[in-house]
């Protein structure tokens, strides 16, 4: 049997030395002579450490913000426990590594370790504001322990790889909110965009596509470029095309991909250029501003004449407009994207469109076959049919939008009554344009006899 008796005792013996210790040394000695040692076993200790505290007097600091997020993502696989929460506002769970708690990392070969820490204190001493009510509050910090030959390589690259990781899945976690001016929600609780349309299941052609993911890509990694030209981190975009062909549904496939807030402007209720400029500076960064229908909501020809007339009545004019648009105060936001749409291109002001302003047009146009096949996936989940190569022939002689082959494809019936329907569809249309190219034809024979009468009458 194992003999317990000489732990026992010996343990007795360390309360009973630390009892007479504390009784005997005065605390305000015991503490700096503790320190002391900390202090002297710190200048013998190859390791390096550093205090990153959440605030900083009142304000929270980013790098512990930073450091949160990136352990959340080693927190799972390297402690015992984690804290696992999710709000309203975010799309996945996160997870924290819980007090006193490390968390092992290697960065290109060396060995960090991470620790939480957090100290009770009375709340009535914290400046922030975070705590409220209760009695005892807590001040947490994290410590990042390294060797010391490694201080400038922490320094100079991974905190920045952390914070740059911890931007990264922020940015990629923050649900979509769509703020509008139409229902008061600009500035404040906006709801969450929900729109499922992505770059899968818009159905444009693939080529198009491609290039609009390309060059939205691009942007989203052009800041250098846009800080070495001088140039404003912003691209404006022109969506025009007949009603039904997807404007509205590519602006909600790019918020989703770049996964931005959206910002919907009714130019016909905000009160002037003031309070235009007012909307536009309330805007987040990393986020869509858009303006549907623009030919109908400001009457965008004879510039010089509109701006009297609109400031007669205090309203939006276009050079109001216009700086909203990329005035210098519109620069103080970045990665804005401006979309506007029309169904009528020819009826904007050129000025609207010059690059710059607007960067790039998208002309979306009727249905083609790949368009078709697009949707015929999204709808009846089928990427071949004996009846598609009849549907290729029609769509290539008739003119039909995505939004009304979506509702042929709708319909309570399977795939191939919905497909039949779309032919008897595709065909009644083809009718009515063959019917139309013979009327046209007619009229322009009568114009032409009669051109040719009156001709041998004056003769
Ligand atoms: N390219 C498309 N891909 C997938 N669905 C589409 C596409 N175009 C239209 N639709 C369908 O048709 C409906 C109307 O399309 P959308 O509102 O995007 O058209 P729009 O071009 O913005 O029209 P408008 O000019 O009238 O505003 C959408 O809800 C969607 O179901
Ligand atoms: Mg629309």
């Not at 491609?210 to 030209?229: N, S």
């Not at 001088?230 to 969506?239: S, T, V």
Request: charged residues 30%; hydrophobic residues 35%.
């Amino acid at each position: 049997m194992f003999d317990t008796k000489p732990i026992v005792s010996a343990m007795a013996s360390i309360v009973l030395m630390r009892t007479i210790t504390n009784e005997l040394i005065p605390h305000e000695v015991l503490n700096i002579f503790q320190s002391a040692l900390h202090h002297l076993s710190r200048h013998f200790s190859a390791q390096f450490t550093i205090v990153i505290e959440e605030f900083q007097g009142r304000a929270r600091n980013q790098v512990f913000e930073a450091a949160q997020i990136y352990l959340g993502t080693k927190a799972t696989v390297s402690v015992e426990r984690v804290k696992v929460n999710k709000s309203e506002d975010h799309k996945n769970l996160s997870f924290n590594i819980d007090k006193n708690e490390e968390v092992s990392d290697n960065f290109e070969g060396i060995s960090v370790k991470w620790k939480l820490i957090c100290i009770e204190v009375d709340s009535s001493r914290i400046q922030h504001s975070d705590y409220d009510s209760s009695p005892l509050s807590e001040i947490r910090s994290y410590e990042l322990t390294f060797h010391k030959k490694h201080k400038n390589k922490i320094f100079d690259s991974y905190l920045p790889y952390v914070m740059d990781i911890a931007k990264k899945i922020k940015q990629g976690d923050m649900a979509i909110k769509i703020h509008s001016n139409y229902y008061d929600s600009w500035f404040s609780e906006p709801p969450k965009f929900n729109h499922p349309m992505s770059f899968n299941t818009l159905a444009i052609d693939e080529e198009l596509q491609r290039e609009i993911v390309d060059d939205l890509d691009k942007f989203v990694r052009a800041r250098e470029f846009y800080r070495r030209t001088g140039k404003a981190w912003k691209r404006g975009y022109l969506l025009y095309g007949p009603p039904g062909t997807g404007k509205s549904s590519l602006i909600a496939a790019m918020a989703n991909y770049l996964n931005y807030d959206i910002y919907d402007l009714d130019l016909t209720t905000v009160g002037d250029n003031r309070g235009l400029r007012e909307m536009i500076l309330g805007m987040s960064n990393r986020s869509i501003l858009v303006i549907e229908d623009i030919d109908c909501t400001i009457n965008l020809q004879n510039r010089e004449d509109e701006e009297v007339v609109n400031n007669e009545h205090n309203k939006v004019t276009l050079s109001g407009l216009l700086n909203a648009v990329d005035g210098l105060w519109s620069c103080c936001k970045e990665e804005h994207i401006i979309v506007f749409t029309t169904n009528h291109k020819e009826r904007l002001d050129p000025a609207l469109l010059r690059p710059g302003r607007m960067d790039k047009q998208i002309h979306l146009s009727y249905c083609n076959f790949s368009a078709f096949k697009q949707l015929a996936t999204n709808y009846l989940c089928i990427t071949e049919h004996e009846l598609y190569e009849k549907i290729e022939v029609l769509l290539g002689e008739v003119k039909i939008t995505p939004a009304e082959i979506a509702e042929e494809l709708t319909k309570d019936a399977d795939a191939t009554e919905c497909l039949q329907d779309l032919i008897k569809f595709l065909q009644a249309k083809k009718m009515i344009m063959v019917e139309r190219i013979k009327r046209v034809k007619k009229i322009s024979k009568k114009n032409i006899i009669i051109k040719n009468i009156s001709k041998q009458r004056r003769d």
